[in-house]
């Protein structure tokens, strides 16, 4: 596989949104995890629809992602604010 077409998979697969909240470092991290937390869902979520995942195992591995979420908030200290207008 020829260099351009890799990147070009690996971009459609691992694809990352620009970040427009506050610039501190603590947030941009979130901000990974987070968006890492929605891809792993959306593909488990796809497997659980077309049959190849058992519904009670994409809960489990669901639930076990979004406690990861939660304790990368609190590591990071990320408490909840009103957003800025």
């Not at 260099?3 to 990974?32: C, I, W």
């Amino acid at each position: 596989m020829d260099e351009a077409n890799f990147e070009d998979k690996y971009n459609f697969l691992y694809s990352r949104n620009r970040y427009y909240g506050q610039m501190k470092p603590e947030n941009l991290v979130f901000n990974t995890n987070l968006q890492e937390f929605a891809q792993k869902v959306g593909y488990i979520s796809v497997l659980e629809s077309n049959g190849q995942l058992d519904p009670s195992e994409s809960y489990n591995q669901i639930k076990a992602l979004w406690k990861q979420l939660k304790d990368s908030q609190k590591e990071l200290r990320i408490t909840k604010s009103s957003p800025s207008a």
